[in-house]
Structures are given as C-alpha cells and as structure tokens.
C-alpha cells in the first residue's frame, strides 16, 4: 500500500506542470543565456561590488562573444535618521537602487528594463572606525542582495524568450 501511494505521489508532482529553471545544469538553457550576459563597468565603488556580484553569478566571465549586454546605473544614499537632542546621529540608512536593462547584443532591443532596490540600518557608535566598517559591511551585503535579484529576473526573461 505504501509503495502504491509513493507512485502515485510521485507522478502527481510530475504532472504539475511545472519545470526546474535550472534543468541541465551548466549546458542548460538559461545557464547559458546567462553565460552569455556580458556587465559593463559600472561607476563607483557600489558599482564595482555589483558587477563583481553580477559576474560572479551569471558565471560570464571569459565569454568572447555575448549575446546580451546588462546596462545597470545604481544609486548608493546614505542618510542619518534617528538624531539625540545633541544633533548627533545614532542611526542611518544605506539605501542601494538599481536600475537595469537586458538588451540583445544582436538587435539593440530591450528585453527587460526594471529596478531592484534595497536598504540597510547602521548603528552609530562612538568608534567612527566601527562606524565605516558597518557602513562598507552593508554595501557590501546591499550590492549582493541587488544582485542576486537581478540574476534572478534576467533568468526569468531568458527563460520566457
């Protein structure tokens, strides 16, 4: 009775209609759509974490002859938000925007134009060296974020073409 109900578990799932986006690993379809996105440079420090990210995820690096290009412009603020009755600030937001284009190489057409954004609170603390550290910690862990989910779109987009 067991084995009976595992097999029929089993093909139910299967029936589901659903579809790993991943499915054939590297030599997938969209492993290699994404392997085949190349990143320009990207301004600023902010701009060279998240295209470091980029590269690193979409696994482009080396590719001779691209088949998209992914146009990104960020915008990195860092603004104090809880401020003591002395002026001084004891609490900020480091808030990381990014706006992106998917564009075929080929054609010059877009194929995705969207925005991710994402933020980060920072204590103040008395040390202003534990202060720069916290602040270049979550640049850091902001442009991974922004990247993972622009990884995550553009195989979205190369799966549905």
Known sequence: ?????????????????????????????????????????????????????????????????????????????????????????SRERRTLRARYQLVDAATGEILLDATEGTDAGIDVVSSEYATIAAEQSALENLSREIADRIVTRVALTLRDQ
């Open 1 to 89: 009775m067991r084995i009976l109900l595992t097999l029929a578990s089993a093909l139910s799932l299967s029936a589901c209609g659903l579809s790993p986006m991943y499915a054939g690993g590297g030599s997938g379809e969209v492993a290699q759509g994404l392997a085949a996105v190349d990143v320009p440079p990207i301004a600023g420090k902010a701009g060279w974490l998240v295209r470091n990210a980029l590269v690193d995820k979409l696994g482009a690096a080396g590719v001779a002859s691209p088949r998209y290009r992914l146009d990104v412009r960020l915008d990195d603020s860092l603004e104090g938000l809880a401020v003591l009755a002395d002026d001084t600030v």
